[in-house]
DNA sequence: AACGTTCCCGACATCGTTTGCGCAAATTAT
DNA sequence: ATAATTTGCGCAAACGATGTCGGGAACGTT
């Protein structure tokens, strides 16, 4: 069955039937007011002749294009790539297709993204912030031409829009008690741009976790960064340098988590016997990395569904509005050997 | 600098300056038929308004899209967000969007992506096979409609085009005879479909490389599929009852190589002391398993920026019909503890 | 003074589709 | 039988931009 190699118009089915485009357009889509048997005859004409309607011209009118816009940050990361596959399984699911677009972690590729899917007229948007985003006006704009958006993880709080996130308070509290349970004093926590959501609430978590447990926060014990491959080692050692240096690492990332497991075997730190390690991350093979790592799961592809489901309810009941909130799908600790205590080790 | 919320038209630039559209259009492109002061005055006032020609409205004309379309199987996976990355770079430097689908490894919906990125007028198509996919007919219609198309890693043979693939032969080859020459002789290589040009090349590969060193090739040491997370480890125990199982695991891919560990380690098989292991993966944290995973490394970036390289050059010179050929990118080796042999173990 | 050029610019059609309006024929109501 | 509806369909405008014409004004040429 080969596949046709022509586009055919609307055009052509009317020149074929020997009827009016408009008559065409109208059967196609089922209008009352056309004759059945011209319905059924131009039903049959389009679908010998394979008839697509053009979604540039249907965008062009202004009607429907039936697919959503992601722009996240960057597709190679686990978190995102899960939440993508979240994403497509429920867009697929509802009849919308999905573009994706990635700002590279770069503001002006982000507001370029932005333009791009709003003038290619996506129905809705669904975004991670990059990492250099603090100003949000691209996103206003978005609002402003009642343009349904949905921002998932990396989120701002200058955007009265549905949320969805990770509970990254709940996380970093359960990783950072765990550490202090498993006998750890001094926890370092390494984390991305100190104006993003998910660091406020990590490092919040963080806090609440030392302060429930009548431990000093110690603010020369936390990093804010970019961590490029070769930044976590000169890190990693100016902390050790410390006069009291950390006997963990708490980590925001799957870059962050690897990097740092990276830079402390190159510096000889045994791994959990000289220092705990334990990553915000959604690695699969955690399990199998040497030592296998303790991490607090996010459910990426979770978020992922809970937000495409959120962003097509809005394209769907545009009309009433509905509620604006922001949902905190709960995270997972698990432990693994990179944090046990010395008296487990010596066990093995 | 607060965005503008509304989207201005070449009517509103003609409206306020009291001129035509067309004045507007040609004064926009540079028509050297307008007088420079009026050139002036409309180059101002589209600044001023932040005027952005409308893509969906020049794809209706006809006219390039600068965007090109990228459809592969999965993202979650390291090879292809890491070809992603080469391809963005190229693109973004050049001037051109990228536009992402995934086509789930479901030959339907790598149609409808096809489909869908045409009639969305991408200017090319760059396209790695679902593993479904034996039917090429629907890239025919691509190729007929004169948009130019590059395949990468996963290739088809009954398509003339320009293709971007790594030495898959020479990869394979190497892997399998660096196992020969640490004394491995029962050598195992899980695969994925048999169709996909890729196994063909990798499996001859290593069938050179056994009968390079007068080793027999043995059909039931070879396994295809697409294996899910729970089907490696019956694979695994099936081979392991062979009467003479094997002694090394080659394997294809990423997930093959993470989920052919997992089964191994369930099995308490030592790697390397019981079975060697050797994939051909991206995976970036091969150094940090547990063992360590020697590995067959397929640049990534390099054959996504190869194939966007050729893609545009095929775009922009259409005219002048472009050369179509088959570039190889090598393949590197890295050897890692997982295929040492029994007397290296010894020595640590 | 009448003609041909050149220079600028506007009217209009076009891409594929939807949609408001109107019009004729067929049907129903009076 | 006539009037009022209903039915079925076509015309034309619109979406945003480009491109083909062609026309008016200001020149220069005989």
Known sequence: MPLPVETYTIKDIARELGISTSTVSRALRGSYEINPETKRLVMECAERLNYRPNPIALSLKGSASRAIGVILPQIANYF????????????????????????QESYEREVANVQQSMSRKVDGLLMSLSSETSDVAHLQEVLDKNVPLVLFDRVSADLNVTKVVADNFGGAFAATEHLIQSGRRRIAHLTIQPWLSITQERLAGYRAALEKHGLEFDESLIRYGTFGPDEVGPMVDELMRHSAPP?????ASD??????????RQRNLHIPEDVSLIGFTNLNVADFLAP?????????TEIGQVAAERLIDQIERKHRALPIETVKIPTELIVRSSTMTSSEVVKL
């Open 292 to 300: 296998p790592l303790s991490t607090v799961v996010q459910p990426a």
């Open 255 to 264: 870059r962050l988590a690897v990097g740092c497991l990276q830079a402390l």
């Open 80 to 103: 995102f790539s899960q939440a993508i596959n979240g994403i497509e399984a429920i867009a697929y699911n509802r009849g919308y297709h999905v573009i994706i677009f990635q700002s």
């Open 247 to 251: 006997d963990a690492f708490f980590t």
